[in-house]
């Protein structure tokens, strides 16, 4: 289906968050991984320890750029692939898949570092681009057709910080998804090793 997509809150709402933290520490308390105006949109607020909010001062970390998609929603998976563009034009990628039991506690946690080329990353943002994600901030995705309910399914959330800052974007895998952005999202997928996950795409 054709999905449109809107701007619910100017970017100043962005900038009074960020003076307002000032300069205080990256943390990873729950909640404080996403900006406020678009936090009520995400799903899984709580991201796994080693990740930190990509909005907040610093959050470069001494990297040119990172990019991040988290996946959550009704099967009991958590993924998060993050990837770092060093200083040095180098990629690296980092991925985490969270395996939740019937309480929904976390059962099992596996990290590690994958590798990831500068023409695999470039690769990636043509699809990011033909889907034209980030255009817009904050960016929420929905179907065009009036009539459809979309109340779960697999949300993704991709994320990107450089010099211009911060943007963020958020879809309905199986409801609003533009073609580019489950192909970017599957493109990830593979690059870290999660190929058998595209089923959360479907």
């Not at 970017?11 to 936090?39: C, D, H, N, Y």
């Not at 990297?63 to 009704?74: D, E, K, Q, T, V």
């Not at 994320?159 to 599957?186: K, L």
Request: glycine letters at 6%.
């Amino acid at each position: 289906m054709s999905p449109r997509y809107r701007q619910h809150v100017a970017m100043a709402i962005l900038s009074v968050a960020l003076l307002a933290s000032g300069a205080r520490a990256i943390t990873a308390k729950k909640q404080e991984f996403f900006p406020p105006e678009v936090v009520d949109s995400v799903w899984w607020r709580d991201l796994p320890v080693g990740e930190t909010p990509l909005w907040l001062p610093d959050a470069l970390a001494g990297n040119a750029s990172r990019i991040r998609l988290s996946i959550s929603g009704i099967v009991r998976v958590r993924l998060v692939i993050r990837v770092d563009e060093r200083t040095d034009g180098k990629f690296v990628g980092h991925v985490i898949l969270v395996t939740l039991g019937r309480s929904g506690r976390r059962q099992k946690t596996i990290s590690r570092i994958f590798r990831i080329s500068a023409a695999d990353m470039a690769e990636f943002h043509q699809q990011t681009s033909s889907a034209k994600l980030w255009e817009l901030y904050p960016e929420h995705w929905v179907s065009s057709d009036e009539n459809d309910i979309c109340i779960d399914g697999e949300q993704l959330v991709f994320e990107r910080v450089d010099e211009r800052g911060y943007r963020f974007s958020e879809i309905n895998a199986q409801c609003a998804a533009p073609r580019g952005a489950i192909n970017a999202a599957r493109f990830l997928l593979d690059k870290a090793g999660m190929r058998k996950f595209h089923r959360l795409l479907q």
